[in-house]
């Protein structure tokens, strides 16, 4: 205090803002109409207008939701670090001796959560104390080791429900999973930096060990796969069941991420061939947690926008929905679609995992809301997301606990109820997750725009693979991105319509990518190598033209008669939907709507507006 009180108060504030805005200016999220001359507390009020209700493009809402985003990675700057300790509950900001839950490190959601946004908002750094405790609780120390033997175990370690800063685990000891949720922190920190030396050192021992008690501990299930034997859906539903679709989802994470990393690592690794072998029998045989029941009605013939006879994804293998909560805070059976990237668009889980999302609505705590904004993030639809973003930032009235209390304060600290901190980390790396992604082997820029952020821009944040991406958008359209590339690694772009845009390297030279189709393009990258996308104006179609090539759809098959003619398909924004060059278009798999069609050959265009049905 003596050395602090002789530096003087502007003297230590100068220290503060540099040594803060280091890490806090890496990122940046704009929303270009975002304006306010409020207070905080007058920011919410008027977000929550009822006479009259506010414009959802108003921009004092605007500039509360993104104000709300960079209000997460404020605090988990200045929550996460110099102790090798994670946030808890509260971060670091608990006023009671009596706190909710013990102001514990939760581990069936929570500590978890208030972790997603360390990677892809470009603050690394931040995630280590955490990932630093599980390394020193599950290596260095006894207790996780003791709770291994205690669940029946006689090798790895693990930890249940409630935690400390001290590897003190209770309650729900029927939740065993949680060493292995905590495992894949290690291997997120690892895709997005590449670090191979944190794999190596840190990451493999924990890994190594977690996947070793689960070798010893998965049971043959009747029907020959792997299952773990007597988990829990937290907090609802069975005490106890086999194969529940939120262990064995995370258990196929660790197993595939555990063999991804021996591939990297090579003999580094230290196991054997006998390991490698009897590691994939498992994971080729593992019940991967994804299998599909029918939503038979029991909570009304339409539920939160599915009906009686529309497909779910099972959160237990056994019992069937009813065996949960109609609406429960926990999404546990969607950890495949986030915080993991199994389920793809492109996957035959996706459908029921988004019908299964819609059945849990719309209102919970604060931090399942921001669990709900990711998955509708994965789930492509930029106005779900929005509507539970707006339930996110519900003013919050009540301090004691209660589940339906979810909202903010005046703070703009998150309500579970009481005050939980997890809304806040989870609410920045949902919003994230709507402007970009890159699990599954690509980088999706703009993935889920929300309709209301119109134009904008985002810095500074993380893909796979030691990207840093930088875009920005107008009439909510991508207008271009840069790309910085950490590792040098090939670059795997997705955005409708990307075939048709310039990429320039640093020195403005033209980067020619290879196509893959329409919508996705590749490219290497040297390290260190920055590069911008920048997306055509316009398709060329505003204006309704014809000519002598008469375009037609028959069977949604377009065509001209012009042979090697070039045929392209545009929504009504002009964002390309199709192209082919031998005179005949496939538009089956385009949805119903107005779509242009615009020939070329020999110099000469014809473009016509349709309908499709």
Same mark, same amino acid.
Request: aromatic share 10%.
């Given at each position: ?447 889920? !725009? ?10 500074? +944040? #993380? /893909?796979?693979? =030691?990207?840093?991406?930088?875009? %920005? ?111 005949? !278009? ?10 242009? +069609? #615009? /020939?070329?050959? =020999?110099?000469?265009?014809?473009? %016509? ?5």
């Amino acid at each position: 205090v003596a050395s602090a009180e002789s530096k003087g108060w502007d003297a230590i504030l100068a220290d503060h803002t540099a040594d803060f805005k280091k890490y806090f200016d890496r990122a940046e999220f704009r929303i270009d109409a975002a304006a306010n001359t409020r207070a905080g507390d007058a920011m919410v009020i008027r977000y929550n207008g009822r006479r009259p209700v506010p414009s959802p493009t108003d921009p004092s809402g605007l500039m509360l939701e993104e104000l709300y985003y960079a209000m997460g990675r404020y605090l988990l700057i200045s929550c996460s670090r110099g102790m090798d300790t994670p946030a808890n509950l509260q971060g670091i900001w608990n006023h009671s001796n009596t706190p909710a839950w013990q102001c514990d490190i939760h581990s069936n959601i929570n500590v978890q959560m208030n972790y997603w946004p360390a990677e892809i908002t470009n603050l690394s750094e931040m995630h280590m104390p955490y990932l630093n405790y599980i390394y020193s609780m599950a290596i260095e120390h006894s207790q996780w080791q003791e709770y291994a033997r205690r669940s029946g175990q006689t090798t790895g370690w693990t930890c249940f429900t409630q935690n400390n800063i001290f590897g003190h685990s209770d309650y729900a000891e029927n939740y065993v999973i949680a060493n292995a949720w905590y495992t894949s922190h290690l291997w997120q920190h690892y895709i997005y930096t590449l670090d191979r030396e944190f794999l190596k050192n840190k990451a493999m021992p924990v890994m190594l060990s977690c996947t070793r008690f689960w070798m010893e501990r998965l049971v043959k299930d009747t029907d020959g796969t792997w299952v773990a034997p007597k988990e829990w859906s937290p907090e609802h539903g069975p005490a106890e069941e086999d194969a529940t679709a939120h262990a064995q989802q995370i258990i196929h994470e660790l197993f595939k991420t555990t063999m991804q990393a021996i591939e990297v690592l090579g003999d580094d690794a230290g196991v054997d061939n006998n390991f490698i072998a009897e590691l994939k029998d498992k994971l080729e045989n593992l019940d991967k947690g994804l299998a599909i029941e029918t939503y038979t009605g029991t909570w009304g013939a339409t539920s939160n926008g599915i009906s009686a006879g529309d497909p779910l994804l099972r959160e237990w293998k056994k019992s069937d929905y009813t065996a949960g909560e109609n609406g429960h805070r926990h999404q546990s059976h969607l950890m495949a679609m986030y915080p993991f990237g199994e389920i793809t668009p492109e996957s035959e889980w996706f459908t029921p995992a988004v019908n299964s999302l819609k059945q849990r609505g719309d209102l919970s705590t604060g931090w399942s809301l921001a669990w709900r904004i990711a998955l509708w993030a994965r789930a492509l639809d930029g106005e779900h997301a929005h509507t539970v973003i707006k339930n996110a930032l519900r003013h919050a009235t009540s301090y004691s606990q209660t589940s339906g209390g979810g909202g903010i304060y005046y703070n703009l600290l998150d309500s579970h109820a009481p005050f939980q901190i997890d809304g806040n980390f989870g609410y920045t790396a949902a919003v994230t997750e709507m402007l970009l992604q890159s699990h599954g082997g690509k980088i999706r820029l703009l993935p889920t !725009l929300s309709p209301n952020w119109e134009a904008g821009s985002i810095r500074g +944040i #993380k /893909a796979v693979g =030691n990207f840093e991406i930088d875009q %920005k958008w107008a009439d909510s359209k991508l207008t271009e991105a840069v790309i910085k590339s950490g590792a040098g690694l090939e670059c795997v772009l997705n955005y409708k319509g990307i075939a048709e845009a310039t990429i320039t390297d640093s020195k403005g030279n033209a980067v020619k990518p290879t196509k893959i189709d329409d919508n996705n393009v590749k490219f290497p990258t040297e390290k260190g190598g920055v590069y911008t996308v920048v997306m055509p104006e316009g398709s060329g179609v505003s204006e309704i033209t014809d000519s002598d090539m008469q375009i037609r759809i028959i069977n949604k098959i377009a065509s001209v008669s012009t042979p090697g003619a070039t045929i392209k398909a545009y929504d009504i924004a002009g964002c390309l939907l199709g192209s082919s060059e031998n005179s005949s !278009l496939d538009l089956s798999s385009l949805s119903p709507g107005t779509v242009i +069609i #615009k /020939a070329t050959a =020999n110099n000469k265009n014809s473009v %016509k507006k349709f309908m499709l049905d």
